[in-house]
């Protein structure tokens, strides 16, 4: 089977227990697959190699460009076209069959569009969630039309190297049908590790208006919307579980809605303690 003329950028840091499987699941079916790694101080590297991606070290530097915009820059550059996985997600066959109707159109199809937002399909606890959440990500970029944005935020805790939680921009932008499998085998302290770090950022930004304005416009209508609402913990869990109806998902669907009403809750109380000059000093 021919090889779709796209890079697979996986950028990783000590993902040694899911990176097998997510190279495993691209290898053969693209031009290359390339490994972009952090300092891992576990096996990843070794057992990405092992699995036939190419690795690359990545040493951040402090400044804009971060990692993955670095990886549009200098990740293959001869391909214009990048897929961005975490080491912890995966195509299906139904999302590779739909790149591949992408990359192989019909005559007289439409120019391509700049992007492709994807669904991700998310796991939680070792269980696949059906409803809650609806997570889409662009990560099917044209580099020669895509970029990330630089907001003032290098000051912020929480991001480091890595993008915070906002879109690369590029239009126009279509969306796919089928999903990518984030299927993360770590144990579920590290969500609640990660979601600490995050919080950190999204509560700086809340001191920081401007910056925080500036990362709104590269996030999708619907998460500016809810930027705006009150009582963001409340909101989040009856969104997550009643509107969209997690509840369908069992236990495992309301632990991810207490799980991300607790995340926005440690926003707004980090948010207020810095407001308020910070922790009580005895």
């Known amino acids: 089977m021919e090889k779709l003329p ?132 662009r990560v099917l970029l044209d580099r020669t039309r895509c970029r990330f944005p630089e907001p003032d935020d290098l000051a912020a805790p929480g991001m480091g190297e890595q993008e915070g939680h906002y879109q690369p921009l590029a239009d126009p932008v279509v969306r796919l049908r089928s999903p990518i499998e984030h299927q993360d085998l770590d144990p579920v302290r590290t969500w609640f590790e990660r979601h600490n770090r995050y919080s950190d950022w999204e509560a700086w930004l809340e001191r920081h208006p401007a910056v925080r304005e500036q990362i709104r416009q590269a996030k999708t209508r619907q998460g500016r919307l809810f930027h705006r609402a009150p009582l963001k913990p409340l909101v989040s869990f009856a969104y997550a579980y009643g509107w969209k109806r997690g509840f369908l998902d069992g236990r495992a669907g309301l632990d991810y809605a207490l799980a991300m009403s607790f995340y926005r809750w440690q926003i707004g109380l980090k948010a207020r303690e810095s407001a308020s000059g910070g922790p009580a000093r005895r």
Not at 34 to 63: I, Q
Request: hydrophobic fraction near 40%; glycine fraction near 6%; charged fraction near 25%.
């Open 6 to 137: 796209v890079v697979v950028a996986i950028p990783t840091k000590n993902e040694a227990e899911n990176i097998a499987t997510t190279v495993r699941s691209v290898i053969g079916h693209f031009a290359h697959v390339v490994v972009v790694d952090s300092d891992s101080t576990d096996d990843t590297r070794a057992l990405a190699k092992a699995e036939g991606a190419e690795v690359l070290p990545y040493t951040w530097d402090g400044r804009y460009p971060k990692k993955k915009q670095w990886c549009l820059e200098n990740v293959h550059p001869e391909l214009d076209w990048v897929f961005f996985l975490d080491g912890d997600e995966r195509p299906g066959p139904e999302l590779l069959a739909e790149m591949r109707h992408i990359f192989d159109p019909p005559p007289g199809h439409a120019v391509r569009p700049a992007a492709f937002d994807v669904p991700l399909g998310y796991w939680f606890a070792g269980r696949r969630l059906r409803h809650g959440y609806t997570i889409v990500k």
